[in-house]
């Protein structure tokens, strides 16, 4: 396991929920697919935690973009997991 993968890993643990305005999750996606398909989005990053703890807020401007961009995206990685799947002799 590289370096890379190590931290892929830790940011595919983490879990965030994406917010509409009413304040009702659409969807759960990792920190990991955030990071690769939130780029052309701006962020806005908060938190009101005491010292110690981790709590935040991230706050994006279009939650149907990354929705839509994610499940895109994990069409694109299961597509790759069949491929790469099928054995031929």
Known sequence: MTETDIRTASLS???IGVVNEQGRIE???TLEEFLRLAKSQPIFFH???PPGAINFDLT???TDNIINKVEGWRKQQQKRVEVTGIMVG
Do not use: G
Request: proline share 0%; glycine share 0%.
């Open 47 to 49: 938190t009101n935690a």
């Open 13 to 15: 643990a983490i879990k």
């Open 60 to 62: 994006i401007s279009n």
């Open 27 to 29: 969807a759960i996606i």
